[in-house]
T-cell receptor, first 115, second 121 residues
Framework: AQKITQTQPGMFVQEKEAVTLDCTYD???????LFWYKQPSSGEMIFLIY??????QNATEGRYSLNFQKARKSANLVISASQLGDSAMYFC????????????FGQGTRLTINP | GAVVSQHPSWVICKSGTSVKIECRSL??????MFWYRQFPKQSLMLMAT?????????EQGVEKDKFLINHASLTLSTLTVTSAHPEDSSFYIC?????????????????FGPGTRLTVL
């Protein structure tokens, strides 16, 4: 069974608009962490934002925010005021259990920002 | 700080040859390094977890005799693809975890290298 599911293979958004990238997860462990990474065409993995399972508030980092709905097991990434440089692959990932190290990645969403 | 390098950035080799990929933490010591493989237009799949001074832990379905991992020091892990074949062509990415988990934030302690693109002819 997929631990992390990203249902949007591709997204096309007009520059300056906000965009939401979906991510749902599956775990029975009460302690887990959720991550979003950006992968431009160069291939490097750029950490964007993190949400812990016990965090009371949604995480925010500049133009990135995470819409964490624990009961629905979803952790959607919201990018406000999109820019051309936001065009890239975006991966949602999960780390299960306290002290765990392994990251499990979703299938990714390719985001294209149109001028 | 928290820079991870990989060498080479790309390599083309003939079928049957072995290829070694290096992963280095440049400004921190890494007790644990991870090796991922990414096929075109697909996600990252963890191949193995490498701990300094001990044998690597391989994920299910990954052939340990084909993908040899050595983590001989706190700043270097190597992945050797032995007897490479065209189906091994992929993007290989490593990540490294800070020895104390204190770099970056308390949760973002895994830092990725830029990746190595392997093409086997």
């Amino acid at each position: 069974a997929q631990k992390i599911t990203q249902t949007q293979p591709g997204m096309f958004v007009q520059e300056k608009e906000a965009v939401t990238l979906d991510c749902t997860y599956d775990t029975s462990d009460p302690s887990y962490g959720l991550f979003w990474y950006k992968q431009p065409s160069s291939g490097e993995m750029i950490f964007l934002i993190y949400q812990g399972s016990y965090d009371q508030q949604n995480a925010t980092e500049g133009r990135y925010s995470l819409n964490f709905q624990k009961a629905r097991k979803s952790a959607n990434l919201v990018i406000s005021a999109s820019q051309l440089g936001d065009s890239a692959m975006y991966f949602c990932a999960m780390r299960e259990g306290p002290g765990a190290q392994k990251l499990v990645f979703g299938q990714g969403t390719r985001l294209t920002i149109n001028p | 700080g928290a820079v991870v390098s990989q060498h080479p950035s790309w390599v083309i080799c003939k079928s049957g040859t072995s290829v070694k990929i290096e992963c280095r933490s440049l400004d921190f010591q890494a007790t644990t390094m991870f090796w991922y493989r990414q096929f075109p237009k697909q996600s990252l799949m963890l191949m193995a977890t490498s701990n300094e001074g001990s044998k690597a832990t391989y994920e299910q379905g990954v052939e340990k005799d084909k993908f040899l991992i050595n983590h001989a020091s706190l700043t270097l892990s190597t992945l050797t693809v032995t007897s490479a074949h065209p189906e091994d062509s992929s993007f290989y990415i490593c990540s490294a975890r800070d020895i104390r988990g204190t770099l970056g934030s308390s949760y973002n302690e895994q830092f990725f290298g830029p990746g190595t693109r392997l093409t086997v002819l």
